[in-house]
């Protein structure tokens, strides 16, 4: 069994077994680890140090609401390990790869997935936000639970095609930390996180946040684009962006999406909190009537199976290396040297930090007020069915470049002297061996015959 130090050291981790590190480069200390009974579970290191006992208190109040989240569609907290020195957090472990491993993977191939398959993973992460924003009090007063922080990178895929939403309050614990110094807790990739206008501007966070970053969450996967991606040329700018709530809402990105879905999610991306009044539960009955969710499912299982060895080859050495069970897990569902792929992704996405090369619009250009930007432009769905090369091809049609039509023209050139006509024929050879030539030279060997048999013959009579 491989050995593993830090927080392991301590015994109150003692009745887990640790199999393996699933961070990521920058990330939480976070291992993939046994129960005594055997289940599979992730333990994510908060704090490995003397803990204050205020803060020891906060983070008990935190995770006890997180575990009272129990639905199919949320990623279950198991247990919070807390003493003197060390906070853990241990939820279940889902084999598979996190919805911004594989967006990041699709985008980098010009590509986005399946509406089919993409919106039956909103389904369940707005089912799962719907849950957990209807929880009542003992008394019966509504008593919501925040996410705080939707996003890509706290969904995870299981390879069966399950889809769970994980990290509730992860940015609330995050706060509660903080005060104790630099701890290595990754926020999903900090350079491309998306937050609600009240939340960039540090204003009260209500569940309307969570709608509204589930909307952002549904713009990333319907148009396969990292929304605010045209402000990123600097970090203030895109945090001013997401300040003002400067998104294009799927009106414009994807007219041809059902109508209820677009009018649902339009007003669920209002920049006013007091006018989002759009909840969760109303997008997900808008999702469901607009997507058949059991074809999603289907379709989702196969791109995983068609993209899963492409998916695991993009992972960097580094992951490789940390996510090596060593034969210890009694699964076949878990293959060496990929179990981080359950995890987000902490390097930056180029496609969501690249500065805008765009030109800038142009007030006198035609219609240019209603042309989408270049990087917020949805990209081609992929196919479901369709293999991935080793250059990664995801569909037919992502290799069909269109080429505007070309005429050829050349430029006129002056003609000097007479008109250019075709070349004369060359005259055929003159024979060598006739006239005259011919009649000397057989008058010369005729000479040499006549001599030689002359001689011939006075040799053959001998001397008279």
């Known amino acids: 069994m491989p050995v593993i130090e830090g927080a392991f050291r301590h015994a109150a981790l003692a009745r887990f077994t640790p ?23 992730v333990v994510k290191v908060l704090l490995d140090r003397p803990i204050p006992a205020e803060v020891a208190s906060a983070l008990s109040k935190e995770t006890s609401q997180g575990a009272r989240l129990t639905h199919d569609a949320i990623v279950q907290t198991r247990a919070m390990v807390l003493e003197d020195e060390v906070a853990a957090l241990v939820t279940e472990f889902v084999p598979g790869v996190s919805l911004q491993r594989l967006l990041r993977f699709a985008s980098t191939r010009g590509v986005r997935l399946p509406d089919d398959a993409g919106w039956y993973v909103l389904e369940r992460t707005l089912s799962a936000l719907a849950f957990a924003h209807s929880q009542k009090d003992q008394a019966g007063a509504p008593t919501p639970i925040l996410h705080r922080s939707v996003g890509p990178g706290a969904v995870v ?84 962006a997401m300040s003002e709530g400067n998104v294009l809402p799927l009106s414009k990105t994807r007219p041809d999406l059902p109508a209820g879905v677009r009018s649902a999610f339009e007003r669920a991306v209002a920049p006013d909190p007091a006018k989002r009044t759009v909840t969760a539960q109303e997008l997900l009955d808008a999702v469901r009537a607009g997507f058949d969710l059991a074809k999603g499912k289907v379709a989702l299982v196969k791109l995983l199976e068609r993209w899963r060895e492409p998916l695991e080859s993009s992972m960097t050495p580094w992951e490789k290396r940390a996510s090596m069970h060593d034969g210890v897990v009694p699964t076949t569902d878990l293959r060496e040297g990929t179990l981080a792929l359950a995890t987000a992704d902490d390097r930056p996405s180029s496609d969501a930090i690249v500065a805008n090369e765009q030109a800038p619009d142009e007030p006198w250009a035609k219609d240019a007020k209603d042309a989408l930007p270049a990087n917020e432009t949805p990209l081609a769905p992929t196919d479901a069915g369709a293999s991935l090369s080793r250059l990664g091809a995801a569909a037919e049609s992502a290799m069909a470049i269109p080429l505007p039509a070309v005429r050829m023209t050349m430029p006129s050139v002056p003609v000097y002297g007479p008109p250019v006509g075709p070349p004369p024929e060359p005259p055929p050879p003159k024979p060598f061996f006739t006239g005259k030539v011919a009649a000397a030279t057989m008058f010369g060997v005729f000479v040499l015959l006549v001599i030689g048999a002359v001689f011939l013959l006075k040799w053959l009579s001998g001397p008279t």
């Open 19 to 41: 199999i393996q590190s699933l961070a990521s480069e920058g990330g939480p200390e976070t291992h993939l680890a046994r129960t005594k009974g055997g289940t599979l579970v």
């Open 157 to 240: 895929l299981g390879w069966d095609g399950t889809a769970k939403l994980g990290d509730f309050g992860w940015t609330r614990l995050r706060s509660i930390i903080a005060p104790l110094g630099p701890v290595a807790i990754s926020d999903h990739a900090s350079p491309t996180v998306l937050m609600a206008p009240e939340q960039a501007s540090g204003g009260a966070v209500t569940e309307r946040a969570d709608v509204f970053c589930a909307a952002l969450l549904a713009l990333r996967v319907a148009t396969g684009r990292t929304p605010y991606a045209r402000f990123r040329d600097t970090a203030t700018g895109a945090l001013l």
